[in-house]
C-alpha cells in the first residue's frame, strides 16, 4: 500500500529562514523550491547547530549546507578563512565553488576551491588577499597548511562533505588531521550517503550533539533509475504513453501546460487506460481524489504538471514519463525524483519529438546519461518492457 504525503508546510527558500538578497539570487537561477535536504537542514545550520545529514549524490546538499554557512559566517582576514569545506574530489570541490558563487556573490563574502593539479601559487594569492569560505580536497589543504599560507585557527563553520567517499578513498586520516587543528568554537557539518562504521566515528568524534537528518528515502539519484530515451511522432505520441504505462501499477506523467495534461488524460482514457489529470484549474478536491485514487492503487496513471506536482509525494510511483520534455535538468530531476522508492529502481522514460531532440540530449548530456534517443511506433513490443530493453544493443 503507497503512502501519500502533501508537504504544503514549506515550499519557498524564505520560509527557511534565508536572506531576500540569497532568495533572489536562487530565484535568478531558477531555483525556487527547496528540495528535501534543504528543508530539512537549512534551519537547524541557520541555527549554528551541528548537523549529520545522511544524503545522496543530486539531492542539492551544496545549497543545504553552503546557503546557511554563507549566511551567517564571519568575513575572513587574509590566510585565516571562517568557512572549510572539504570534499574527496577537486570536480566535487570545484562544482561547490560554482554552485555557491551567486549566492556568495550577495552574502557578501568569497569563495574559493583549492585542490591539486592546479598551480598552487594562484591559490596562495588568493587566500593572501583573503577567502572567506575554502573549498577544499584534504591533499592540498593539508599541503597549504604545512606551508603555512592558510590557517584553520579561525574557522567557525566546517563542512564534511561526502564523507563515505572519503572514507572510501582512504581520506580519513587526513581530513581527522585537518579537523584536529581547528581549535576556534566552531559548527561541523557532515554530509554522506551511508552512516557507518568509519563516518559514524568521525560523528562522534568531531560533532556535538548533531541533529541528523535522513533524507535517503525521500529522493533518489540518477544512479538508481534506469532511463530510457524515446523518439516519437506527434500523432502517435500518447498511444506510446499508454503502451509503456499498460503493464506498470502506477505512472506518473508530466506535461507542460495543464491544457496539455487534460488532453492526456483523455486520450489515455480513449486508450483505456485509466488516468487522470491534476493541475492547478481544478478544483481542489478533485485533484486530492485523484491523489487519493492513485495512491490505493485505484488510478493506475496520474498526470500532472510541474507545478500541481510539487509538494506532492506518492510512493511505490514504477514509472515516470517526461510526455513533455523537463525545461531543464534540474527539473529532469526533480521529476524523476518521483520514483522515489527505497532501494528500488525507478523506470524513467523521456519521449521526444524529432524537434525536440536537442533540448533533450542537452539535458542528458548535463546529468551525465547520454544514452541514444530510439524511434519506436506505439506497437513497438519493446514498450511493455523499457527497463529490461537495452538501448545500446
Ligand atoms: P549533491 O551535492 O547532493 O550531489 P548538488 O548540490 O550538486 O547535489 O545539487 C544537484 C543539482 O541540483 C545541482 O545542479 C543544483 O543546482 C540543483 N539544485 C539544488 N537544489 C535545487 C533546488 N532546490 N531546485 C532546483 N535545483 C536544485
Ligand atoms: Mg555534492
Known amino acids: 500500500m503507497a503512502g501519500t504525503t502533501v508537504l504544503d508546510a514549506v515550499d519557498c ?58 549566511q551567517i559566517m564571519p568575513a575572513a582576514a587574509p590566510r585565516r578563512p571562517t568557512g572549510l569545506v572539504l570534499a574527496p574530489t577537486r570536480e566535487l570541490a570545484s562544482q561547490i565553488e560554482a554552485e555557491l558563487a551567486a549566492a556568495a556573490r550577495v552574502a557578501n563574502r568569497t569563495v574559493l576551491a583549492v585542490y591539486g593539479g592546479a598551480p598552487i601559487g594562484k591559490q596562495i594569492d588568493r587566500l593572501n588577499q583573503g577567502v572567506d569560505l575554502v573549498v577544499a580536497t584534504p591533499g592540498r589543504m593539508i599541503d597549504l597548511l604545512d606551508r603555512n599560507s592558510v590557517s584553520v585557527a579561525a574557522v567557525a563553520h566546517v563542512v ?18 585537518i579537523l584536529r587543528r581547528i581549535d576556534a ?91 487522470a489529470a491534476i493541475h492547478g484549474d481544478l478544483p481542489q478536491s478533485v485533484r486530492e481524489r485523484a491523489l487519493r485514487d492513485f495512491s490505493a492503487g485505484n488510478l493506475p496513471v496520474l498526470v500532472a504538471t510541474d507545478v500541481a506536482a510539487r509538494g506532492i509525494h506518492v510512493d511505490d510511483v514504477d514509472v515516470v514519463i517526461h510526455y513533455d520534455p523537463p525545461s531543464d535538468h534540474k527539473a529532469y530531476l526533480h521529476r524523476s525524483g518521483r520514483t522515489a522508492r527505497a532501494g528500488e529502481t525507478g523506470l524513467v522514460v523521456t519521449l521526444s519529438l524529432w524537434d525536440q531532440e536537442l533540448e533533450v540530449k542537452r539535458i542528458q548530456k548535463r546529468l551525465g546519461l547520454e544514452s541514444p534517443i530510439v524511434e519506436m511506433l506505439s506497437n513497438d513490443e519493446r514498450l511493455a518492457d523499457l527497463a529490461a530493453w537495452n538501448p545500446e544493443g
Open 185 to 275: 568554537d566552531h559548527q561541523t557539518l557532515l554530509f554522506s550517503a551511508t552512516l557507518d562504521g568509519a563516518v559514524n566515528s568521525l560523528v562522534s568524534r568531531y560533532q556535538r550533539e548533531p541533529v541528523t537528518h535522513d533524507v535517503t528515502s525521500r529522493r533518489i539519484t540518477v544512479e538508481e533509475m534506469t532511463h530510457r530515451f524515446v523518439g516519437v511522432h506527434r500523432l502517435d505520441k500518447a498511444k506510446v504513453a499508454a503502451a509503456v504505462a499498460g503493464p506498470a501499477r502506477r505512472t506518473l506523467m508530466f506535461t507542460r501546460t495543464r491544457v496539455a495534461a487534460d488532453r492526456l488524460a483523455r486520450d489515455l482514457t480513449d486508450q483505456r487506460v485509466k488516468a
Open 13 to 70: 527558500f524564505s520560509d527557511l529562514g534565508l536572506t531576500d538578497e540569497i532568495v533572489a539570487a536562487l530565484a535568478d537561477r531558477g531555483i525556487t523550491a527547496p528540495f528535501p535536504v534543504q528543508t530539512m537542514t537549512i534551519p537547524d545550520v541557520l541555527a549554528g547547530r551541528d548537523v549529520c545529514g545522511k544524503a545522496k549524490t543530486g539531492s542539492g546538499k551544496t545549497l543545504a549546507f553552503g546557503l546557511p554557512v554563507l
Open 160 to 177: 564534511i562533505d561526502e564523507a563515505d567517499r572519503m572514507a572510501d578513498m582512504g581520506f580519513l586520516p587526513q581530513v581527522e588531521w
